[in-house]
């Protein structure tokens, strides 16, 4: 009982703001079924992340698409923490000492720290917010899967007595403070409480939710066959699909429920049921017999006679007028649909006709209370003695008030009433509805049917023939039937048997599946763990290793032999550590391995099939995913890896290649040539798009003599060294050759020996160039603006140039071409003149910074509109005052660098000025929610305002005309007319309760002048009560 | 202790109404729809083992991962308080500290001579 009670308390705790909040979805249109079912289907077979380390590091994917990686966070948390702290210690002054200097120092980083910090944990609270919403998925699905199954109505009177409370407490706690959308909010509550709470209550509907169930369970079996097909999950897949397509039915139900229950049978369940309710709700929450019940509970808290009634009078005025602003809205809606032929379909029709009857009903009910309560008011200001005082006059204003709701209300009623007298246009759209959806359910069952014969085919039972068979009676007898009496007699009971059925056979096969998967893991893992597998997997590796080395000198295979070693020497790591899942996963690397291994393998025709077998007998495990590796092999996840092998390997030479430091200048000269090449093959696999590309690349010279280079065990200096000088590079970008001189006195011999000397010289300046020009891009991106010049980047060039060593004898001059760069080159006795165009280079400078610029724009506002959304999503907007919103968001930005400008997410646009939320504003939409209160603190004019506004503009205006009429006919001038206006304004601003409202007016009046009297019309401007000035228009 | 289901192994130690208020007071649950938030707690207060169990590790995981930010935090803070400290400050702090023993040794001459 206890336990009970405090779920209750929970439930109605969180209940209460939910339900104003769900007001919102009113407005959403329902969901197409199927798609609901197909989202939902995958994203429940998603991997669910398993552990803190898989939050962080999706949490740091999240960010790292934003740019920011927990490394960079750390740099910006130094930086700025560290200037942060050197200023605190700063304020120290002569109380500076070691203890006191880092304590505060440690406080103003932590506070950097901390605010930096709130970017990575908004990421990682997004991470655990999507998990939990499918685990919510999930547990819908189950709800629904329990309801096929029949369980529903044991479920639902269990569960009822839990959930009825806390949705009448809901509709009975909203229902005074937000009148009408209080209303809609809690209907819509019940029905978002489920279907379960609503339907338990009403025993007849429970059968509605066991036939949705129904519609599920065949729904899922068609996903499950759809997983199965694709194997992914294998034996798991069917019973996670099924359930996943039940929770896309159970929440299409949830949503659709506001507007038509979907049930298997066709039947259509309209949301009038829910409109009915809250009429119900409403007739009883105002019945005018509880006017007495009220007024008395409201002066027991304290208030008089008078001041009870009023209280309750303006209540009972407020809520009659915000009910009969929303009929007047619906109800002008219908006119003008029904005046214009607008487009709507039938089934719109129903519900905007379903919607303005509840809000009709609403209406009529607060006119038979309101008229209690304003008799109420009337007899106790009857029996009130002081009649001077100021209760009584506030009492006599919200009669006045009460009174002219009450007009209102009626006119709107009586309108309504006037605009379509029998209700025959919407009985005729809610037929045609009925009849569509009937149809269109029937569809759906045949279509979920087709969906699910494939799976059952499938399933190992004794009874799947008739069921199968059971199915297409159903279907071949569907289009014969019209009426939902039909249906319930010759399609229902068969339908329900045959899907408890199938729940059952899928049930059986998924335990089946699931048994033999764990089977398949035990048996997996025991290996895994067996200390002899383990030495076996060890010699395996080896022997593996040793064949391909044997097999092949060439450095791909010697690749995979270190992956496999690698590989090898994880999986002794995990289990030295005892951690037999990552064994098993590292087991799995290694199974990789060997493909991969043999796939190479393959193709130069090394038959390795008895590694295979060897592997599979010694291990258990089945090495025979080559062909399925083949397809990985190419896939993009295949080539970045191998592209990252390839750069580490480059970027590993390239380093010791640096670290060398020859004693002669021919080695040194060797080495500066073979670090450009490196340098040259990084950018050039980086470059690469795909397999071919990589494979062409591998095959180029540049490619061949950089691997032999990055081979391990081998040294590049001795390398190089050995083989005498490389051949040299041929790379495309090269576009000019040397202007080599001719000599008819050098032999042929010679000559050629000449020209090839240029030719290499020019090449290998050719690639000194494209690296140093790499090298200042790549400074240039990292480094601050201020660093890199275009003087830096001319220098690059010179530098590049005349660190190539010496210019070979016959060279005079070449013109070379890098990244759209001109460079001259020219020999000045034995030195290079390096001539370049300063307006290009600068140009170039400039173009880089530009795009920079850009990059850091965009990024900025990006990052900014991301950390908008989060904030705006982690904000509750229930609070719904837009100074409390500001806040909220403001809190959320807190310490991020914002951008200004303005960003919209969801329904609240936010304008960011130096670096802080300046402003946010509601959409017209989300303010439609609002209290009529709360709208106008958004700043929108409500109806009572624009009625009070022209009320007042209009009196304005008649005190004006007045005014002109009652002047004195023989002395008109505009003088006395502006100081008569002015009289008559003032006069009437004291006396009048009425407003008189500032505004440009009008005013016509005839003026006599010596030449006749003339007809005027002006414009009269009234400026804080007084009309300022006149302006005439023309003379007629 | 409230659990669900005595019978279920499974629950012990989840206390459910801790669990809710775990849960209201999260921040990342605060991120869901309400629709999500409605469902999670309508399986709890209806004792749906699998719901409970998964939203009770999720909001373990929460805390683990508050737990290493602030770790994250204080490590940063730490590192940058005794960097500055030692390098940025080490001379302005040594004068100030002798600046500060310069004047309690006057001040100490000075009471030293008033009580001649």
Not at chain 1, 65 to 83: D, F, H, P, W
Not at chain 1, 424 to 444: C, G, L
Not at chain 1, 521 to 526: D, H, L, N, R, T
Request: net charge neutral; hydrophobic share 35%; proline share 3%.
């Amino acid at each position: 009982m206890q336990k009970h009670k405090q779920i209750h308390r929970n439930l109605t705790n969180i209940c209460n703001p939910l339900f104003e909040k769900r007001f919102i979805y009113n407005n959403e249109v329902p969901v197409n079924i199927e798609d609901v079912a197909r989202k939902a289907a995958k994203s429940a077979i998603q991997q669910i992340p398993e552990n803190l380390k898989v939050v962080i590091e999706q949490a740091q994917k999240i960010l790292g698409r934003g740019g920011q990686t927990m490394e960079v966070l750390r740099k910006n948390i130094g930086s700025r923490g560290a200037e942060a702290a050197r200023d605190a210690i700063k304020s120290l002054g002569s109380n500076a000492n070691e203890a006191a200097a880092k304590k505060v120092a440690q406080e103003a980083a932590q506070k950097v720290a901390q605010a930096e910090m709130q970017v990575f944990k908004n990421a990682a609270q997004e991470v655990i917010a999507k998990e939990a919403a499918r685990i919510a998925a999930e547990a819908a699905a189950r709800k629904a899967a329990q309801q096929a199954a029949g369980q529903f109505t044991r479920a639902a009177s269990a569960q009822a007595p839990k959930v009825l409370p806390a949705v009448t407490n809901a509709i009975r706690g909203l229902l005074p403070a937000v009148g009408s959308a209080g209303i809609d909010a809690a209907g819509a509550g019940a029905a978002s409480v489920g279907a379960e709470g609503a339907v338990a209550a009403s025993g007849a509907a429970a059968s509605t939710a066991a036939e949705g169930g129904a519609i599920a369970t065949i729904a899922g079996g068609g996903s499950a066959e759809a997983a199965t097909a694709t194997s992914v999950l294998g034996a798991g897949a069917l019973a996670l699909s099924a359930i996943a397509a039940a929770a896309a039915w159970g929440a299409a139900g949830y949503e659709g429920y506001q507007l038509y229950k979907e049930n298997s049978d066709g039947r259509m369940e309209s949301k009038g049921t829910i409109q009915e309710r809250a009429a119900q709700e409403s007739a009883r929450r105002y019945d005018p017999s509880s006017v007495d019940a009220d007024f008395n509970a409201v002066e027991k808290q304290g208030n008089s006679r008078l001041g009870a009634i009023s209280r309750l009078g303006r209540d009972s005025s407020s809520n009659l007028l915000s009910e009969s602003r929303l009929y007047d809205m619906g109800l002008t809606k219908k006119v003008e649909q029904k005046n214009i032929g607008h487009g709507e379909t039938s089934e719109q029709v129903v519900v905007s006709g379903e919607r303005l009857a509840g809000t009709k009903e609403r209406v009529q009910n607060l006119i038979r209370y309101s008229e209690g309560v304003r008799d109420r008011i009337k007899s106790v200001m009857e029996a009130a003695k002081d009649k001077s005082s100021p209760e009584y006059k506030e009492a006599q204003l919200t009669l006045d008030a009460l009174e002219k709701s009450l007009a209102v209300a009626k006119q709107t009623v009586e309108r309504d009433r006037a605009a379509d007298p029998d209700g025959d246009e919407f009985k005729k759209a809610r037929e045609a509805t009925e009849r569509a959806m009937f149809e269109k359910r029937k569809v759906n069952i045949s279509d979920a049917i087709d969906r699910l014969l494939p799976t059952l085919a499938t399933v190992e039972d004794p009874d799947k023939d008739n069921t199968i068979a059971g199915f297409n009676e159903i279907k071949s007898k569907l289009p014969g039937i019209n009426t939902q009496s039909e249906f319930d007699q010759q399609i229902k009971p068969k339908l329900n048997e045959l899907q408890n059925k199938t729940a059952e056979m899928l049930k059986n096969h998924e335990s089946k599946k699931n048994k033999e998967s764990s089977e398949e893991a035990e048996k997996q893992k025991k290996i895994i763990e067996d200390p002899n597998n383990r030495n076996m997997i060890r010699a395996q590796a080896k022997n593996i290793e040793n064949q391909l080395r044997g097999l092949t000198g060439d450095a791909r295979a010697l690749e995979q032999a270190e992956i496999i070693k690698t590989a090898y020497d994880q999986s002794h790591a995990a289990d030295i550590a005892k951690d037999t899942d990552a064994a098993v996963s590292k087991t799995k690397v290694l199974q990789e391995c060997i493909a991969r291994g043999r796939i190479y393998l393959e193709k130069k025709g090394v038959p390795l099939d008895e590694v295979s077998k060897n592997w599979s007998k010694s291990t258990g495990v089945d090495a025979s995913i080559a062909t399925e590796k083949k397809a990985s092999e190419t896939s993009p996840e295949g080539l970045n890896r191998q592209k990252e092998d390839m750069k580490n390997k480059l970027g590993q030479a390239l380093k010791t290649l640096q670290s060398l430091h020859p004693d002669n200048e021919k080695d040194q000269t060797e080495i500066d040539a073979t670090i450009v090449k490196l340098a040259t093959a990084i950018s050039k696999v980086n470059q690469v798009q795909t397999q071919k590309e990589m494979d062409d690349l591998m095959k180029e010279d540049l490619m061949k003599d950089v691997v032999r280079f990055s081979k391990p065990g081998t040294s590049p200096g001795t390398e190089i060294s050995d083989g005498g000088a490389p051949a040299p590079a041929q790379p495309s970008s090269l576009s000019s050759a040397p202007n080599s001189p001719s000599s008819k006195k050098e032999s042929k011999a010679t000559k050629e020996s000449k020209e090839a000397a240029e030719k290499a010289y020019v090449d290998k300046i050719q690639i000194a160039l494209i690296s140093a020009v790499n090298v200042f891009k790549g400074q240039f991106q990292s480094a601050g603006e201020n660093i890199s010049t275009s003087g830096k980047l001319a220098d690059a060039i010179r530098n590049a140039v005349t660190s190539q060593g010496a210019m070979p004898k016959g060279f005079i001059e070449t013109d070379l071409k890098v990244d759209g760069l001109d460079i001259n080159i020219k020999k000045n006795e034995s030195n290079a003149i390096v001539t370049m165009n300063d307006e290009q280079i600068s140009a170039y400078v400039k173009n880089l910074m530009d795009k920079k610029n850009q990059e850091k724009q965009v990024q900025e506002t990006a990052k900014t509109q991301e950390a908008v959304n989060s904030a705006v999503s982690g904000t509750n907007i229930e609070a719904r005052s837009p100074e409390v919103t500001k806040n909220r968001i403001n809190q959320s930005l807190t310490g991020q660098n914002l951008k200004d400008g303005t960003y919209t997410s969801g329904d609240i646009t936010v304008t960011i000025t130096k670096g802080q939320v300046a402003d946010v504003k509601a959409s017209e939409r989300l303010l439609d929610t609002f209290s009529l209160e709360n709208q106008r603190a958004w700043g929108r004019t409500v109806m009572e305002d624009r009625d009070t506004i022209k009320t007042s503009h209009e009196y304005t205006q008649a005190v004006i005309d007045r005014a002109v009429d009652t002047s004195d006919k023989m002395n008109r001038n505009i003088g006395y007319l502006t100081n008569h206006v002015n009289n008559s304004l003032s006069q009437a601003a004291q006396t009048a309760t009425t407003k008189i409202v500032d505004g440009d007016y009008h005013a016509v009046f005839s003026y006599k002048n010596p030449d006749g009297t003339q007809l005027v019309k002006a414009n009269i401007r009234i400026q804080k009560g007084k009309a300022s000035f006149i302006i005439p228009q023309k003379k007629e | 202790m409230h659990k669900t289901n005595d019978k279920s192994d499974d629950l012990k130690g989840i206390d459910l109404p801790e669990l809710v208020k775990r849960f209201n007071e999260s921040e990342s649950m605060a991120r869901l729809s309400d629709k999500d938030k409605m469902i999670l707690l309508t399986a709890v207060a209806e004792g749906d083992e699998i719901a409970i169990k998964e939203l009770h590790k999720l909001l373990e995981t929460e805390v683990q991962t508050n737990k290493f930010f602030d770790e994250q935090v204080e490590q940063i803070s730490e590192e940058i308080a005794t960097r500055i400290v030692k390098t940025f400050t080490q001379k302005k702090l040594l004068r100030n500290i002798r600046t500060a023993e310069r004047k309690d040794r006057k001040t100490a001459e000075e009471i030293l001579k008033s009580l001649k």
